[in-house]
C-alpha cells in the first residue's frame, strides 16, 4: 500500500541526516576536499604535515603522494580495509591522499589515523569542522 505519513517523515529526516542516504549509505555529492594536521618525527623535532584528502567522482582508486615510504604507501590498504571491516564503507570515488609539504620524507604507520579521518571527513561522515584545531 502507501506509505504512511509517519514512515514519509522518518525517510525525509533521514536523507536530511548529513552523509547519510537511504540504509545508512554514504552519500557522496561532487568533490569534496578535507584536511587533517599531523606530525612526523625528525629526530627530536616535531614537523607539521597536512593529511589533505581529495574525492572526487571517477573511477574507484586511492592516490598516495607525498613522498611517502613504503609503510606510508601501505597505508591506503590499512585504511580502506579498515573502514569496510568497521562497517563504513569506502568510498566508490577516486580517493587522492597528499602528504603535505612534498618536499620531507615520511615514514610509518603513523600516517593511518589522520588518513581514515580525512577520509571520512571528505566523504560527509564526520563534519570537516570537527578536525579544525587538532593534530591527530
Same mark, same amino acid.
Given at each position: 500500500?502507501?506509505?504512511?505519513?509517519? &514512515?514519509?517523515?522518518?525517510?525525509?529526516?533521514?536523507? #536530511?541526516?548529513?552523509?547519510?542516504?537511504?540504509?545508512?549509505? &554514504?552519500?557522496?555529492? %561532487?568533490?569534496?576536499?578535507?584536511?587533517?594536521?599531523?606530525?612526523?618525527?625528525? %629526530?627530536?623535532?616535531?614537523?607539521? @604535515?597536512?593529511?589533505?584528502?581529495?574525492?572526487?567522482?571517477? $573511477?574507484?582508486?586511492?592516490?598516495?603522494? =607525498?613522498? =611517502?615510504?613504503?609503510?606510508?604507501?601501505?597505508?591506503?590498504?590499512?585504511?580502506?580495509?579498515? $573502514?569496510?571491516?568497521?562497517?563504513?564503507? /569506502?568510498?566508490?570515488?577516486?580517493?587522492? @591522499?597528499?602528504?603535505?609539504? #612534498?618536499?620531507? /620524507?615520511?615514514? =610509518?604507520?603513523?600516517?593511518?589515523?589522520? @588518513? &581514515?579521518?580525512?577520509?571520512?571527513?571528505?566523504?560527509?561522515? @564526520?563534519?570537516?569542522? #570537527?578536525?579544525?584545531?587538532?593534530?591527530?
Amino acid at each position: 500500500g502507501a506509505p504512511t505519513r509517519a &514512515a514519509a517523515r522518518n525517510v525525509s529526516a533521514h536523507r #536530511a541526516t548529513p552523509g547519510y542516504g537511504l540504509a545508512g549509505r &554514504a552519500v557522496y555529492r %561532487g568533490a569534496m576536499l578535507a584536511a587533517v594536521r599531523s606530525a612526523a618525527l625528525a %629526530g627530536v623535532e616535531a614537523l607539521e @604535515i597536512t593529511v589533505e584528502v581529495h574525492v572526487a567522482l571517477g $573511477l574507484p582508486q586511492v592516490t598516495l603522494v =607525498g613522498l =611517502g615510504a613504503g609503510a606510508v604507501k601501505e597505508a591506503r590498504e590499512r585504511v580502506m580495509a579498515a $573502514l569496510a571491516n568497521s562497517g563504513l564503507a /569506502p568510498p566508490p570515488r577516486r580517493v587522492t @591522499i597528499n602528504l603535505a609539504p #612534498a618536499d620531507m /620524507p615520511k615514514s =610509518g604507520s603513523a600516517f593511518d589515523l589522520p @588518513i &581514515a579521518l580525512g577520509v571520512l571527513a571528505a566523504t560527509g561522515v @564526520i563534519e570537516p569542522a #570537527a578536525l579544525a584545531g587538532l593534530a591527530v
